[in-house]
């Protein structure tokens, strides 16, 4: 999405944070086979894990999920609150079912990584369509 929001020019408008729903992760950079991944499309992702707080409801316009198991956790965070909304990823994605999720390719092939990517891309281009009918 970084790269996206670069290319068109948006950098100043649209601020762009990653954060987990669990601990496990915080401080590690993303998974090698995701790096190696993004690194063949010329993404470097050397961003650290950190963890989704309830403080950054008050910091953020729009919070996203990659999976429903996420959603229901921001969700939860939130409480009665309306405000961010806090939406799936794929739902900016117009060739995604509804309610789809972006899978976990941990568990799967160096394939499953390059899959997910394809995925984000196709996401990540209708979510920065989204935004700049809001910025520009």
Not at 43 to 66: C, K, N, P
Not at 107 to 125: H, P, S, T
Request: glycine fraction near 8%.
């Amino acid at each position: 999405m970084q790269h996206l929001v670069t290319e068109a020019s948006l950098a100043d408008a649209i601020t762009i944070e990653s954060a987990g729903t669990g601990a496990y992760h915080v401080g590690e950079l993303p998974d090698p086979r995701t790096r190696a991944a993004a690194k063949r499309r010329g993404y470097a992702l050397t961003s650290r894990a950190q963890q989704f707080t309830a403080a950054d409801l008050e910091r953020f316009d729009l919070v996203i999920a990659m999976d429903r198991t996420n959603l229901r956790d921001l969700q939860r965070l939130a409480g009665v609150r309306t405000a961010p909304p806090i939406v799936l990823l794929r739902s900016f994605d117009p060739t995604a079912p509804v309610g789809a999720e972006v899978p976990d390719p941990w568990y799967g092939g160096d394939a499953g990584f390059e899959d997910v990517l394809d995925q984000c891309e196709r996401a990540c281009e209708g979510l920065l369509a989204h935004l700049r009918d809001r910025v520009v």
